[in-house]
């Protein structure tokens, strides 16, 4: 039913409708849908979504009790319901069908015959009565605010507004589907629907109204606002006198509707007709006077069951406007004498809306709710798979387009060589990227200037490795010196080896490390010829910056007409021009991947009800005003392109572009031609310092351990020189036993000699520096006598005097003669850890020594 409500107003016409929520019955949802979670998923998902299930089962037990103390408690749950129910409509399907959900019966009184009651084991009626109840509670809304005041008129009629988005969103989008089967009550119909959008918005228009007057707005524009509220409580009454909602609200509505019709339609006749009298419109003004006592006097006759507030307040106003028309009649018979043209030959009054329905599809919109998102029915998946197919050939089509323009500018530009060839005309001169960053590498390596500092290098570390060289040769020959000299001295009694038969193939290395230093010195000279001989052509590479070196592009020396400015600054405008599309068509690429990477709408296919095709043609259409622009764009560009072949023939003409692009590239091949001389010397500079450092290394070795085998040496003759001098003075008993031990050392001609593994060969693509020895290969003899002498030094070395008058060093000597080289070097390396700190174990262990160091080990 509907409620009458008058407010505080001075005004008694301000008595307004609000709608009665429709009521239901008890319905359980939790637990079936509960089971076909567990049934079409999994028992662990229905457990997830406990939470959810609770949720909507409480929704629906506190939309079933008495309405909230407060309306504005009872639209949000109403709101909150509504989305919930979207969501599960896309999710579980509710019919009698025995695999859907068919234990849910949803049960609705209608709101305006209570008796009458509609019952469906689908959702639609649920959805439908739910929007109808949010229409009512918005229209409640609206009369709890004063309407004595501004802002409660205001507030009032943004409720009422709503109260007809509520409807309408129910007219458009519920009423027809709960209708199917005719199982639903007439309060949710497509009709009724229809005439409560257009009463909330009447109610909305005459609070307006009111707070037109309230400001004192002249009358032409109440009589505007009013008659729009005429015009809305008009097409109610329309709709409330025609099937099937003709026979289905009483008599007090009709008669409601009715006289808020005609009281607004007099009330805009009475407010215009002020307007007319201000004009001296006399004849029109006494026209529409009558028109609106006709109107009046008309709906006294079916007023019955009117409130008598209205009643009241159509009887004020037919008083002023006699009162008007007795005024205007007696001025018109004795002023103006115009004749009053009859009321239906008037044009209708001008009407001005000032409100609209609000547009629920936002407050309703379930795509944002996190209810039931884990559960996304195979449809939803595949729909949403094509959209995103549709979208991606949208953006690929789109992106080819763009990539396509942006190449075929740089290949048209490239090919009339711009904007280079502006850029020389300015002395902004570039060089090709790649040929300018070669250059930058040379010029940071230390470019042609550089390269002397770098041949001084080689120089300096050949003489560094000749002085070592001769280094070590002088201290060969001072310890050759020194053994001939005790060997002249003690005669037969010196018998250790000479010198020259120990060092022998110490000598050869040197000998070929001098011989590499020669070498080396030859190409060191071709390095340094050849830098001077093409000094010229690498100075090129000198110039800074780089682009100095290239030729200038001048301005003709007699010019006809003198518009090379003028040609000049119309094709670099038009260059400007095109490098601003191009931005135009970055940006437009960003948009359309920043659109798809936003463009989520499973939310949306989850809650739609309709066809996915209608979504997907409103959803695509998105990307269809970037498509336009990049079209516009494409095209725009080509335009451009012409007008820029068009200018550049011109300017290539007046300033001989081709005679400057041959020069150009004859320096370009300079500069090639000069940085290819520069890597290959650089090369070789290189692989000189590398071979140098090499060598030094190899001759440092060498130096080390002629160091070592003079070292040791010097201790052999040490003890010999003691020896033989305890010998000369009768203090050995056993001289002639003993006499010829030193002779044993084994002939280094006739031992193999081992190659140093340092050795390593020159890396110089020219004649080698040097080149490592060959590393022999010598067969180790496996007589017994071998293993006694190896027993018997590895006894001596610990100290033992094996049984034998003989010197402990003289015993070793002839002992060490007889084992190869190998078995000297796993004899010392086995035997070192075993040596006591006494002056006998150390000294058989620099004999060892000795013998390494002569055969290389």
């Given at each position: 039913m509907a409620t009458p409500s008058a407010s505080s107003s001075s005004s008694s016409s301000n008595i307004m409708l609000a709608i009665f929520e429709k009521k239901t019955t008890s319905v359980e949802l939790y637990r079936p849908l509960r089971n076909y979670i567990a049934f079409n998923y999994s028992e662990?998902?229905?457990?997830?979504?406990?939470?959810?299930?609770?949720?909507?089962?409480?929704?629906?037990?506190?939309?079933?009790?008495?309405?909230?103390?407060?309306?504005?408690?009872?639209?949000?749950?109403?709101?909150?319901?509504?989305?919930?129910?979207?969501?599960?409509?896309?999710?579980?399907?509710?019919?009698?069908?025995?695999?859907?959900?068919?234990?849910?019966?949803?049960?609705?009184?209608?709101?305006?015959?209570?008796?009458?009651?509609?019952?469906?084991?689908n959702i639609h009626l649920e959805k439908a009565a739910v929007l109808f109840n949010l229409g009512a509670v918005y229209s409640q809304i609206g009369l709890t605010y004063d309407r004595a005041t501004v802002d409660g008129r205001r507030l009032a009629s943004h409720a009422f507004i709503a109260a007809a988005g509520a409807f309408a969103y129910l007219r458009d989008n519920a009423a027809t589907k709960a209708a199917i089967g005719g199982g639903a009550t007439v309060d949710v119909g497509v009709e009724c629907a229809g005439m409560l959008e257009r009463l909330m918005l009447a109610q909305a228009q005459e609070s307006v109204f009111e707070n037109t007057i309230a400001k004192g707005s002249t009358p032409g524009v109440c009589a505007k606002i009013s008659r729009q509220v005429g015009l809305y409580y008009e097409e109610a009454l329309a709709a409330l006198?025609?099937?099937?909602?003709?026979?289905?609200?009483?008599?007090?509505?009709?008669?409601?509707?009715?006289?808020?019709?005609?009281?607004?339609?007099?009330?805009?006749?009475?407010?215009?007709?002020?307007?007319?009298?201000?004009?001296?419109?006399?004849?029109?003004?006494?026209?529409?006077?009558?028109?609106?006592?006709?109107?009046?006097?008309?709906?006294?006759?079916?007023?019955k069951g009117a409130p008598a507030q209205l009643l009241d307040a159509i009887s004020k106003l037919e008083v002023n406007i006699n009162r008007n028309l007795e005024r205007a009649m007696k001025e018109n018979d004795r002023v103006y004498l115009m004749r009053v043209p009859s009321p239906s030959s008037l044009p209708p009054l001008p009407a001005f809306s000032m409100v609209k329905s609000m547009a629920m599809s936002e407050v309703l919109d379930a795509s944002k709710e996190k209810m039931f998102a884990s559960l996304v029915p195979d449809s939803s998946a595949k729909a949403l798979s094509r959209y995103t197919e549709m979208v991606d050939d949208v953006i690929r089509t789109q992106a080819e387009k763009l990539q396509q323009a942006s190449e075929l500018t740089r290949v048209r530009l490239k090919e009339m060589d711009l904007p280079d060839s502006i850029l020389a005309l300015e002395g902004n001169f570039t060089l090709p990227t790649e040929l300018k960053e070669d250059v930058e590498a040379v010029q940071i390596s230390g470019g042609p200037a550089g390269l002397e500092a770098e041949l001084q290098q080689l120089r300096d570390l050949r003489r560094v490795n000749q002085e070592m060289l001769v280094q070590i040769e002088e201290l060969l020959q001072k310890e050759a010196r020194e053994d001939a000299q005790f060997r002249g001295q003690f005669g037969t009694r010196w018998t250790r080896p000479q010198s020259s038969t120990?060092?022998?193939?110490?000598?050869?290395?040197?000998?070929?490390?001098?011989?590499?230093?020669?070498?080396?010195?030859?190409?060191?000279?071709?390095?340094?010829?050849?830098?001077?001989?093409?000094?010229?052509?690498?100075?090129?590479?000198?110039?800074?910056?780089?682009?100095?070196?290239?030729?200038?592009?001048?301005?003709?020396?007699?010019?006809?007409?003198?518009?090379?400015?003028?040609?000049?600054?119309?094709?670099?405008?038009?260059?400007?021009?095109?490098?601003?599309?191009?931005?135009?068509?970055?940006?437009?690429?960003?948009?359309?991947?920043?659109?798809?990477?936003?463009?989520?709408?499973?939310?949306?296919?989850?809650?739609?009800?309709?066809?996915?095709?209608?979504?997907?043609?409103?959803?695509?259409?998105?990307?269809?005003?970037?498509?336009?622009?990049?079209?516009?764009?494409?095209?725009?560009?080509?335009?451009?392109?012409?007008?820029?072949?068009?200018?550049?023939?011109?300017?290539?003409?007046?300033?001989?572009?081709?005679?400057?692009?041959?020069?150009?590239?004859?320096?370009?091949?300079?500069?090639?031609?000069?940085?290819?001389?520069?890597?290959?010397?650089?090369?070789?500079?290189?692989?000189?310092?590398?071979?140098?450092?090499?060598?030094?290394?190899?001759?440092?070795?060498?130096?080390?351990?002629?160091?070592?085998?003079?070292?040791?040496?010097?201790?052999?003759?040490?003890?010999?020189?003691?020896?033989?001098?305890?010998?000369?003075?009768?203090?050995?008993?056993?001289?002639?036993?003993?006499?010829?031990?030193?002779?044993?050392?084994?002939?280094?001609?006739?031992?193999?000699?081992?190659?140093?593994?340092?050795?390593?060969?020159?890396?110089?693509?020219?004649?080698?520096?040097?080149?490592?020895?060959?590393?022999?290969?010598?067969?180790?003899?496996?007589?017994?006598?071998?293993?006694?002498?190896?027993?018997?030094?590895?006894?001596?070395?610990?100290?033992?005097?094996?049984?034998?008058?003989?010197?402990?060093?003289?015993?070793?000597?002839?002992?060490?003669?007889?084992?190869?080289?190998?078995?000297?070097?796993?004899?010392?390396?086995?035997?070192?850890?075993?040596?006591?700190?006494?002056?006998?174990?150390?000294?058989?262990?620099?004999?060892?020594?000795?013998?390494?160091?002569?055969?290389?080990m």
């Open positions: 662990r998902e229905a457990q997830n979504l406990e939470d959810d299930l609770q949720t909507l089962k409480q929704y629906r037990a506190d939309l079933e009790r008495s309405p909230d103390p407060t309306p504005t408690a009872r639209r949000d749950l109403l709101q909150n319901y509504f989305k919930a129910l979207c969501l599960v409509e896309t999710r579980f399907p509710i019919s009698p069908d025995k695999d859907h959900v068919n234990t849910v019966t949803f049960t609705w009184f209608d709101a305006f015959k209570p008796k009458q009651k509609a019952a469906q084991q006198n025609v099937a099937p909602l003709n026979q289905h609200f009483d008599k007090g509505w009709i008669s409601h509707v009715q006289l808020k019709a005609v009281l607004f339609y007099a009330e805009a006749c009475y407010r215009y007709s002020l307007e007319l009298h201000e004009k001296e419109e006399i004849a029109e003004e006494i026209a529409r006077l009558r028109s609106a006592v006709s109107a009046i006097t008309e709906s006294k006759k079916s007023a120990l060092t022998k193939n110490l000598q050869d290395r040197l000998n070929r490390f001098a011989a590499n230093l020669k070498q080396a010195a030859e190409s060191d000279g071709r390095i340094e010829r050849s830098v001077r001989e093409h000094s010229a052509l690498m100075s090129i590479l000198d110039r800074r910056p780089i682009e100095s070196a290239l030729p200038s592009l001048a301005r003709p020396i007699m010019s006809l007409d003198a518009n090379e400015d003028a040609v000049v600054g119309a094709l670099k405008q038009s260059l400007r021009q095109l490098e601003t599309l191009g931005a135009q068509r970055a940006g437009l690429e960003d948009m359309l991947k920043e659109m798809k990477r936003k463009d989520d709408i499973l939310p949306k296919l989850m809650t739609s009800t309709g066809s996915y095709e209608d979504l997907f043609r409103k959803e695509i259409s998105k990307y269809d005003r970037i498509s336009e622009d990049i079209a516009h764009n494409i095209e725009a560009q080509e335009q451009l392109l012409l007008q820029i072949q068009a200018q550049n023939d011109d300017f290539s003409a007046i300033f001989n572009l081709e005679d400057y692009k041959a020069s150009r590239e004859k320096c370009y091949k300079q500069i090639q031609a000069a940085i290819a001389k520069f890597r290959e010397i650089k090369e070789n500079i290189n692989e000189g310092l590398k071979f140098y450092v090499t060598l030094q290394d190899a001759i440092t070795n060498v130096k080390q351990q002629c160091s070592d085998f003079v070292m040791t040496r010097n201790i052999q003759c040490r003890e010999m020189t003691e020896d033989v001098q305890r010998q000369m003075a009768g203090l050995n008993f056993q001289d002639n036993k003993n006499a010829g031990a030193y002779n044993n050392y084994p002939s280094v001609g006739h031992q193999n000699q081992r190659s140093n593994s340092q050795q390593q060969a020159d890396p110089r693509p020219q004649a080698p520096y040097y080149q490592p020895p060959e590393q022999p290969t010598m067969p180790g003899p496996n007589s017994s006598s071998h293993m006694q002498a190896m027993s018997m030094a590895s006894l001596l070395i610990r100290g033992g005097e094996a049984h034998t008058t003989m010197p402990m060093h003289n015993n070793l000597d002839l002992i060490l003669g007889l084992l190869t080289p190998s078995q000297l070097h796993t004899l010392l390396l086995t035997k070192v850890a075993t040596i006591s700190n006494n002056s006998v174990a150390v000294y058989h262990l620099s004999i060892l020594a000795i013998y390494l160091i002569a055969f290389d």
